[in-house]
Structures are given as structure tokens and as C-alpha cells.
């Protein structure tokens, strides 16, 4: 069983493709909670998947367009995860340390990511650590 906080699309695919018999968002209610604790308890071969995140897969791709990264801000997110500091980066890359900066904010938002060890978690979790 999985707790799930981020909404991402497409962190969410990742954890499914893991091969988790469930998953459940932390903001779903007891209800969501006990027809997966359920679900585990029986021989379904099937993951369950609850409301809300079914909710978050249905999302339409135009809403994920918008939240895709550039090629800039994923260089800067796998630098970033290489353990390049934001002035390391700018130097490397020639750009301003704002701009760097800018671009990880980017990255954290887009991915709805709020903290340093929250990208590096996603970093581990999509292969790239």
C-alpha cells in the first residue's frame, strides 16, 4: 500500500509502474482507505487505485503540456541532482546564477515539489540517481 502526497501525473505513473498492489492519495478519506486495505486482503491481481488519484490520471494532457519541462530546466534538474550547486551550474553553463535559480523553481513547481530532498527523491524514484 502506498500513500501518495504529490499530485504530478506523472510521479504517480512512476509509482504505479512500480507494481504497488495499491495506492491511495493522502487526502482521500477513511472510506478510499479501507476498500484498499480490502482490496489487499483479496486475491485481485489488479492494483487499486483510489478516487482521488484516478482523479489525477484522468487530468487532460493540455493541463500537462503546461507543466512539462524545458530542455533547459531539466539540464538544470539533473545538475542539480548530480550534486552541482545553482553557481557551479551558472558557471558551468554559462547562464546567471538568477537564471539557474529561476529554473530549479521551475522544476519544483512544475513538479510540484517543495523541498531539496523531495527533488532528490524523485530523482531516485524516476531512475535518475
Excluded: C
Aim: charged share 25%; no cysteine.
Amino acid at each position: 500500500l502506498v500513500f501518495v502526497q504529490i499530485k504530478n501525473r506523472a510521479v504517480i505513473k512512476q509509482i504505479i509502474n512500480r507494481k504497488f498492489n495499491a495506492i491511495i492519495g493522502t487526502q482521500d478519506d477513511m472510506g478510499e482507505f479501507q476498500k484498499a486495505i480490502h482490496h489487499l486482503t483479496s486475491e485481485s491481481t489488479q492494483p487499486f487505485i483510489s478516487k482521488s488519484i484516478q482523479k489525477i490520471l484522468r487530468e487532460s494532457t493540455d493541463d500537462q503540456g503546461k507543466n512539462s519541462l524545458t530542455s533547459k530546466e531539466w539540464e538544470v534538474f539533473f545538475l542539480v541532482t548530480q550534486g552541482y550547486s545553482l553557481s557551479d551550474i551558472a558557471a558551468k553553463k554559462n547562464r546567471a546564477i538568477s537564471t539557474i535559480a529561476t529554473q530549479k523553481q521551475n522544476v519544483m513547481k512544475k513538479l510540484d515539489i517543495k523541498t531539496n530532498a523531495e527533488l532528490l527523491k524523485y530523482a531516485y524514484m524516476n531512475g535518475m540517481l
